[in-house]
């Protein structure tokens, strides 16, 4: 009598966690569906762009393609395989590279003139990096020309790439010294003709973690994904990087040991280990144990050697002189 109705009254109990928890478990499928792959953040690679702007570096076709191909191995989302409109000699690197089949997306820089993007096309890039220069001092310095004859040229460059099928990401060169409104007129244009992602470049490094939070925080309803070029003229390029992705960015470009002009690039190491272990809202595609691998394999072709105290792919990253602040 009594115990079976116990039974009974448990099990309907038992019975109700097991329903919960397998709806517990189906609301969290749909979540990971729906919401997973927002928190996937991709990679932009330009060690064999920006990162080859290194004075003294210079790397031959066969290296390209070795550096290339585990770029590719390790879960790079786009490789920017180099400047179509540089030489001939680069253009031979660009198009050995697009013709190995890689996953990867693989992007030529470009200006927005039609003769940069001619060459583009003639390497068979799938996309191109088409930086527009959105500071006063580059458009009226450099360039000379209005604010509207620049917009002008982004859009005419925009709808050229879209009418010959290339992918446009759009970067705003020196974009942390823009007029905000003025940067996101140029996005706004570029999206409207067809631009797929926009990039914010800070070219001098001058952003702290601070302002580039507000920055990106401040354009997170641009409607296309945001990325975010990085250099580390105050040693601050990762850190900036981590707050324009809590800001607001869903991608960012990086070079391998940080190589680039003067202080270098956000390192690609620091950024992706640091995601991985220390921003659990967000994730990668990169296999992060290929890491030191690919980071060995860019210093010993480069030339560039990596400093002993560098984090995670120094020499002395891991070792404790003392035997102490080593457990774990
Ligand atoms: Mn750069």
Same mark, same amino acid.
């Given at each position: 009598?009594?115990?079976?109705?116990?039974?009974?009254?448990?099990?309907?109990?038992?019975?109700?966690?097991?329903?919960?928890?397998?709806?517990?478990?189906?609301?969290?499928?749909?979540?990971?569906?729906?919401?997973?792959?927002?928190?996937?953040?991709?990679?932009?690679?330009?060690?064999?762009?920006?990162? @080859?702007?290194?004075?003294?570096?210079?790397?031959?076709?066969?290296?390209?393609?070795?550096?290339?191909?585990?770029?590719?191995?390790?879960?790079?989302?786009?490789?920017?395989?180099?400047?179509?409109?540089?030489?001939?000699?680069?253009?031979?690197?660009?198009?050995?590279?697009?013709?190995?089949?890689?996953?990867?997306?693989?992007?030529?820089?470009?200006?927005?003139?039609?003769?940069?993007?001619?060459?583009?096309?003639?390497?068979?890039?799938?996309?191109?990096?088409?930086?527009?220069?959105?500071?006063?001092?580059?458009?009226?310095?450099?360039?000379?020309?209005?604010?509207? @004859?620049?917009?002008?040229?982004?859009?005419?460059?925009?709808?050229?790439?879209?009418?010959?099928?290339?992918?446009?990401?759009?970067?705003?060169?020196?974009?942390?010294?823009?007029?905000?409104?003025?940067? =996101?007129?140029?996005?706004?244009?570029?999206?409207?003709?067809?631009?797929?992602?926009?990039?914010?470049?800070?070219?001098?490094?001058?952003?702290?973690?601070?302002?580039?939070?507000?920055?990106?925080?401040?354009?997170?309803?641009?409607?296309?994904?945001?990325?975010?070029?990085?250099?580390?003229?105050?040693?601050?390029?990762?850190?900036?990087?981590?707050?324009?992705?809590?800001?607001?960015?869903?991608?960012?470009?990086?070079?391998?040991?940080?190589?680039?002009?003067?202080?270098?690039?956000?390192?690609?190491?620091?950024?992706?280990?640091?995601?991985? =272990?220390?921003?659990?809202?967000?994730?990668?595609?990169?296999?992060?144990? @290929?890491?030191?691998?690919?980071?060995?394999?860019?210093?010993?072709?480069?030339?560039?050697?990596?400093?002993?105290?560098?984090?995670?792919?120094?020499?002395?990253?891991?070792?404790?002189?003392?035997?102490?602040?080593?457990?774990?």
């Amino acid at each position: 009598g009594f115990l079976w109705e116990f039974h009974f009254a448990a099990s309907f109990l038992y019975y109700n966690y097991y329903c919960f928890f397998l709806i517990f478990l189906f609301l969290n499928c749909l979540c990971y569906i729906f919401f997973g792959d927002f928190m996937k953040v991709k990679v932009l690679d330009t060690t064999l762009r920006d990162g @080859e702007q290194t004075p003294g570096v210079s790397l031959n076709t066969m290296e390209k393609i070795r550096i290339a191909s585990k770029l590719d191995e390790i879960g790079l989302d786009y490789i920017e395989a180099g400047s179509a409109i540089t030489s001939e000699g680069e253009r031979e690197s660009i198009k050995k590279i697009t013709s190995q089949g890689f996953n990867a997306e693989i992007l030529s820089f470009s200006r927005p003139l039609t003769v940069d993007i001619d060459y583009c096309l003639e390497c068979d890039v799938d996309a191109v990096n088409l930086v527009v220069p959105t500071s006063d001092l580059h458009v009226f310095d450099k360039l000379k020309i209005t604010k509207d @004859e620049l917009v002008g040229m982004s859009n005419s460059a925009v709808d050229y790439c879209k009418d010959h099928g290339l992918i446009v990401e759009l970067s705003a060169e020196d974009a942390s010294r823009s007029d905000l409104d003025f940067l =996101r007129h140029v996005f706004s244009n570029a999206i409207d003709h067809g631009a797929d992602r926009v990039c914010v470049c800070d070219t001098v490094g001058i952003l702290t973690p601070y302002s580039s939070f507000e920055l990106f925080n401040s354009l997170r309803d641009i409607n296309a994904p945001l990325s975010c070029h990085c250099h580390n003229d105050f040693g601050l390029a990762v850190a900036n990087t981590l707050a324009a992705l809590k800001g607001g960015a869903s991608e960012f470009h990086s070079t391998v040991n940080g190589i680039g002009e003067r202080a270098g690039n956000t390192s690609f190491e620091e950024c992706v280990v640091s995601i991985d =272990r220390l921003l659990p809202e967000f994730s990668t595609y990169i296999t992060i144990n @290929e890491i030191y691998d690919l980071s060995k394999l860019v210093a010993r072709l480069t030339g560039v050697y990596i400093q002993p105290n560098k984090a995670i792919v120094g020499e002395n990253a891991f070792a404790h002189e003392s035997g102490i602040h080593s457990d774990g």
